[in-house]
C-alpha cells in the first residue's frame, strides 16, 4: 500500500485543557503556599486527579504557583556571654599618634550561597 505502519494505529487523545488541573492547583496553592510539585500531586491524587510530575510542574511554573520558601531565622549576635563589653562609641579623647584608636564595623550580607 506504500504507507508507514504508524499510520494505521489510532493516536492516544491527548487532553490539550489543563484549566481544570490549574484551577485545581490555584486552589491548592493558596491554602498551603509552601507545597511543592510533590505536595501538590498528592493532593490532586486525593482528589481523584492522576496527573503526572511533569505536567504538574510545567503548569506550576507557568501559571506561577512556585512554593515560597521558608526564611531561617539566623541570629548573628551572641549577647549572652562572660566575656568584657566594649563601649560603642570612642573615648572623648583626640588621638595624637598611629596605633590609638582603632574602629571597626561588622556588617552581615546574606548571599545565594549562604551567609557572609
Known sequence: M??????????PAQSGNDTAIVGSMAAICKEFEHYG???VRAALRQQGLIVNHKNI????????LQPKTR????????SNHDHPI???SPPKVLPDGPDQLWVA???YVVVIGGFV
Request: hydrophobic residues 35%; charged residues 35%; glycine residues 2%.
Open 2 to 11: 506504500g504507507l508507514a505502519r504508524s499510520t494505521f494505529y489510532e493516536n
Open 37 to 39: 510539585w510533590r505536595r
Open 57 to 64: 510542574r510545567r503548569l506550576m511554573r507557568e501559571h506561577d
Open 71 to 78: 526564611r531561617r531565622f539566623i541570629a548573628t549576635t551572641d
Open 86 to 88: 566594649f563601649p560603642i
Open 105 to 107: 564595623d561588622i556588617t
